[in-house]
């Protein structure tokens, strides 16, 4: 089952905007990370941001996590064409979660994000 | 090119029958997670192997099976397969606690 949703479901935007997904989660976590997809294709790890952190950057990415609220925030600035995929959150729970839960990710459902030319 | 192998890169089988799918860690890498995503299921985590032993069990279906071989490839096993099991299979491998997962290029079975 997933552990959480995305949100918007899709999004379309125009090159230069900034494009903003969110993801929510149910459990406790050990990171949260956010993944791209190109069409039918492998998924890329983009960052990684622990539980005990609020931002993250990188590159164009700036990553925001609240776990008193079960969420984070993934945002592409400036963005181009190329950025054209899908971008799935993926949490991993600390060893502490036990049982199957720890070291394996789950996954949200995925935001299609189109940045049109 | 990820650094984790994934073969065949596209099947096309029949109901009942049986493949492999094989999958090789990046180098250096202990550990082999295989993952199913389909349009109705999204991503989902089948099962992880760490340096030949089985670790963790997601939502892995009877009739499928793993295992990790003594030079770390992973092969993962799909029989009497039906057309639900259509779907992309990914394998993925990870350093070490403070990075992301490096997923292969994956499977994608047909099951017709």
């Known amino acids: 089952s997933q552990q959480g949703e995305e949100d918007p479901q899709a999004l379309s935007i125009q090159e230069g905007e900034n494009a903003t997904m969110n993801c929510s989660y149910k459990?406790?976590?050990?990171?949260l990370q956010w993944y791209r997809q190109n069409s039918g294709r492998g998924l890329v790890h983009l960052i990684l941001?622990?539980?005990?952190?609020r931002e993250k950057h990188s590159g164009r990415l700036r990553v925001t996590l609240d776990t008193s609220k079960k969420s984070s925030s993934l945002l592409i600035t400036a963005s181009r064409a190329a950025d054209t995929a899908s971008y799935f959150c993926?949490?991993?729970?600390?060893?502490?979660?036990?049982?199957?839960?720890?070291?394996?990710?789950?996954f949200g459902q995925g935001t299609i994000l189109t940045v049109h030319p | 090119d990820s650094g984790v192998t994934q073969t065949p890169k596209h099947l096309i089988t029949a109901t009942g029958q049986r493949v492999t799918l094989r999958c090789s860690p990046r180098?250096?890498?202990?550990?082999v997670y295989w993952y199913q995503q389909s349009l109705d299921q999204g991503l989902q985590f089948l099962i992880q192997?760490?340096?030949?032993?089985?670790?963790a069990k997601g939502n892995i279906l009877e009739r499928f099976s793993a295992q990790q071989f003594p030079d770390l490839h992973s092969e993962l096993n799909l029989s009497s397969l039906e057309l639900g099991d259509s779907a992309l299979y990914f394998c993925?491998?990870?350093?070490?606690?403070?990075?992301?997962?490096?997923f292969g290029s994956g499977t994608r079975l047909t099951v017709v």
């Open positions: 941001i622990r539980s005990n952190e």
């Open positions: 192997y760490y340096n030949g032993e089985e670790r």
């Open positions: 180098s250096g890498d202990l550990s």
């Open positions: 993925a491998s990870k350093s070490g606690t403070a990075y992301g997962y490096t």
């Open positions: 993926a949490t991993e729970q600390g060893p502490n979660a036990g049982g199957t839960s720890y070291g394996k990710l789950t």
């Open positions: 459990t406790s976590i050990n990171n």
